[in-house]
């Protein structure tokens, strides 16, 4: 273990050699205009620093956001998410959580004279001219100038069926792809125990690689008087098949951050705040 506090995101170059922090402060500012490309981000880091912390700080945010290590993501990938976080700030928590989020494209749809459909099933993405032109539900076709799929990748091509017949490179490649995995536990607890909205990353612990208490941003998420906190933590594809041994690793893991000695909340690993909007 590396440590036992919470350190602010402006503090953590704090943790990196005197020569890291300087080739950090250089990066910051060049990265911007010339971003890295063509390799993963742990390859990446490996060739500009030496600090094994910076390897396990980028395993604990990719483990949080992405459900996956920082040797499989590209590099091109987390650098327009740092763009994004310069140009709107660090991660936030939408009001009404998830809910919040598809009430308000419902309230978009509605508005501009939408239908929304549920309960029904679409069993075909119709295509025309190799674009999707529209979906078919029930026996009836419905147009569209555009059509979103969150199916995945796989499961989309099965509704397009033979229109992609002709798409052999594509269809191989589809054979290859390995779907992220995660675990998210979720806390309720009768007082704050991380205390404000940030994200709390956790490179030093074994699972859980992040940590938000979304009640801090919006106290309607738990009933009156509680709190919601959410730990999420990566699951390595050859893991997928143990997931209750997983889910007991994450279990000790949250042991040990909030209840290290009979229930009083402290912090077992060095942890890194992200403050969100």
């Avoid at 419902?106 to 119709?126: F, M, P, Y």
Wanted: net charge neutral; proline share 4%; with cysteine.
């Amino acid at each position: 273990m590396k440590g036992f506090k919470d350190i602010s995101f402006n503090d953590f170059p704090s943790l990196l050699s005197y020569k890291d922090r300087m080739k950090i402060a250089l990066l910051i500012v060049s990265t911007r205009k010339n971003r890295p490309a063509g390799s993963t981000l742990q390859a990446w880091i490996k060739t500009q620093v030496s600090d094994e912390w910076l390897i396990r700080f980028a395993d604990s945010f990719c483990g949080w956001a992405l459900s996956l290590k920082s040797d499989e993501v590209p590099v091109e990938e987390v650098f327009e998410i740092i763009e994004n976080m310069y140009r709107f700030g660090g991660p936030g928590i939408p009001k009404g959580g998830c809910k919040g989020v598809i009430d308000a494209l419902e309230a978009v749809i509605l508005a501009n004279g939408g239908k929304i459909h549920t309960g029904q099933e679409v069993s075909k993405i119709l295509i025309e001219n190799g674009k999707a032109a529209g979906v078919v539900v029930g026996s009836k076709n419905h147009e569209a100038d555009l059509v979103i799929s969150n199916l995945g990748h796989a499961a989309t091509a099965l509704l397009c069926g033979e229109a992609l017949s002709g798409e052999a490179g594509y269809l191989k490649m589809l054979e290859t792809l390995q779907p992220s995995a995660g675990i998210k536990i979720c806390l309720a607890a009768d007082e704050a125990l991380v205390g404000h909205s940030g994200v709390l990353l956790t490179p030093y612990t074994r699972r859980i690689n992040g940590i938000n208490e979304v009640t801090q941003a919006d106290p309607k998420l738990a009933p009156p008087g509680k709190h919601l906190t959410m730990c999420h933590q990566y699951v390595a594809p050859e893991n997928v098949k143990n997931l209750e041994a997983e889910i007991e690793m994450g279990l000790a893991d949250v042991k040990e951050i909030f209840f290290r000695i009979k229930g009083t909340k402290s912090f077992l690993s060095s942890h890194i705040t992200m403050n969100g909007q």
